[in-house]
């Protein structure tokens, strides 16, 4: 796995769409419609994946259900949905590193294994111009935004312990925008949510928590603004279609 620590982007005039927690292959069955939808409504110039873009869940170090697929074929499954789904819609994208995303390496290294025998993950999943990165920081017209895929979901902490804006993603239930003011500028701190099928098995660990998922994305206008944008339900738990 090949990854920049730190990678400066300028987003400065430009929309970004930030895609939330997608697990595959156990994301929300409209994902992919609902990510379309947000491609063809914002226009986005440049796209950003908050981690956990497969789930791994056979791999986990936490106890795996044995009902769900094993890990080479959940591997063969997610590579396929990422073919002909995420990579298709989004051939360019950054990725941030993750707890899920980078499970593979974890496992090597609790295992003594060389991490320089692994193949890069652009090309286990043939994404040629995927970029994995630990952490991202967006030029804009407002001001840094520092990207990661989720360390603090403590009201106002990342604003200010970063010094500039901040965007997350890992916690499921978060799907927020809020606004932190020092002496010299405004910051605020975007929570993107995720785009989970909780009903999956593999989420099952989330069931007696609160809160609970928020399906959502987030979006940077091209003055550098911040909204997130809900994926919204029916009664039987899929898209309505609607922005």
């Known amino acids: 796995m090949q990854l ?9 005039n430009k929309r970004v769409l930030i895609i939330g927690d997608t697990h595959i292959p156990y994301s929300h069955i409209d994902y992919i419609n609902f990510l379309k939808a947000l491609k063809d409504h914002f226009k986005p110039q440049l796209v950003i994946h908050i981690g956990d873009e497969l789930d ?15 890990a080479g074929n959940e591997l063969d ?29 974890r496992k090597m290294k609790s295992n003594g294994i060389p991490i320089r025998v692994l193949k890069p993950l652009h090309e286990l999943y043939e994404t040629p111009k995927w970029k994995w990165h630990h952490e991202i920081i967006l030029k804009t017209n407002t001001g ?7 360390k603090s979901g403590v009201y106002g ?3 200010k312990e970063m010094g500039m804006s901040t965007i997350q ?7 927020e925008v809020t606004w932190h003011r020092t002496a010299t500028r405004d910051n605020f701190n975007m929570l993107v949510g995720c785009l989970v099928d ?20 987030g979006v ?13 339900l029916n009664d039987k738990k899929r898209w309505t279609g609607v922005l």
Request: negative net charge.
């Open 144 to 150: 840094d935004v520092y990207l990661c895929h989720g």
């Open 56 to 70: 791994y869940h056979a791999i986990s170090f936490h106890d795996s259900d044995q009902e769900l697929l094993s």
């Open 220 to 232: 940077l206008d091209d003055t550098g603004s911040p909204y997130v944008v809900r994926m919204k």
């Open 4 to 12: 920049s620590h730190r990678m400066e982007i300028d987003a400065t």
């Open 77 to 105: 499954r997610s590579i396929i949905e990422i073919q002909e789904g995420l990579y298709k819609l989004f051939p360019e994208m950054h990725l941030l590193e993750s707890n899920h995303g980078s499970l593979v390496t």
């Open 157 to 159: 902490k990342m604003p």
């Open 169 to 175: 993603g890992h916690f499921h239930g978060k799907a």
């Open 198 to 217: 909780e009903d999956s098995m593999a989420m099952a660990y989330g069931r007696n928590n609160l809160p609970k998922p928020i399906l959502a994305s």
